[in-house]
């Protein structure tokens, strides 16, 4: 199977677009892209999602300048499209970067674009070659998390044990946003009926110098069994894991944007 990349372009700019097709065609690779959407009540940052988890796609590429890597709905879309793009392909799934002007640091991305490579646009070509056509490296994870954007039913998401694992029970919480609705019910698909088990609302948690809001239940989940959460705003991050026994809570935590 031929191998392809997709790209991300942050600002609409025809000539950045051509000029990196252009380079990508060049080493034999097919290509596919968009210019990226900021409009988060459309939720138009997950339309390349369905792109994204072709199996014949190898590497996501996101090429901006530094402003738009640190504008606030442009963050918040790509750490959401990287947190959707990894629950399908995995998290070892190359990620790679270009920043038009400066240097940015990985460690400054939302948590889960934290991994990215930053690469060199007049360099690139091989290394994109090779990333593409390697297997894709396994990295476990200790918890599920997924997501679904959908305008008509709002941002729903998924989070539950990893492999091997069960919870007693579960909790997610959200920084600068809210909570507007729960469920348990199979891995991989919104519930449409479901029994909760001590049902908590307007939770209220400190962690990182940031207040959360969370809900949560006291089902129990094994590895095929999730927590389904309608969250609503746009936080800039998000708690989870497994509902605390006692007082000692350790939570999984997400920087959104």
């Not at 014949?56 to 959401?80: Q, T």
């Not at 997924?146 to 539950?160: F, N, Q, R, T």
Request: charged letters at 25%; proline letters at 6%.
């Amino acid at each position: 199977m031929a191998k392809s990349i997709f790209i991300s372009i942050l600002e609409k700019d025809e000539a950045k677009g051509k000029g990196l097709f252009q380079t990508v065609t060049r080493y034999g690779l097919g290509v596919n892209g968009h210019f990226w959407s900021d409009n988060l009540e459309k939720m138009e940052w997950a339309g390349p999602i369905g792109e994204l988890e072709k199996p014949e796609v190898g590497v996501w590429l996101i090429k901006g300048s530094k402003a738009s890597y640190e504008n606030p709905d442009i963050r918040f879309g790509l750490g959401l499209l990287a947190a959707a793009v990894q629950a399908r392909r995995g998290h070892g799934f190359p990620i790679l970067c270009i920043c038009d002007d400066g240097e940015l640091d990985p460690a400054t991305l939302p948590t889960m674009l934290r991994g990215v490579e930053i690469v060199n646009e007049s360099k690139m070509g091989a290394k994109l070659a090779a990333k593409a056509n390697m297997p894709i490296k396994k990295i476990e994870t200790e918890y599920r998390f997924d997501l679904y954007p959908m305008p008509s039913l709002g941002l729903w998401i998924e989070v539950g044990p990893s492999p091997g694992h069960t919870w007693k029970g579960a909790l997610l919480g959200v920084s600068d946003g809210d909570i507007a609705a729960h469920g348990v019910g199979p891995a991989g698909q919104l519930p449409e009926k479901c029994v909760l088990n001590y049902p908590m609302k307007g939770l209220k948690m400190e962690m990182g110098g940031k207040d959360f809001i969370g809900w949560a239940v006291k089902n129990e989940l094994a590895e095929k069994e999730s927590y389904f959460v309608k969250v609503t705003g746009t936080p800039d991050a998000m708690i989870f894991g497994e509902f605390p026994d006692g007082d000692d809570a350790e939570f999984y935590s997400l920087l959104i944007k």
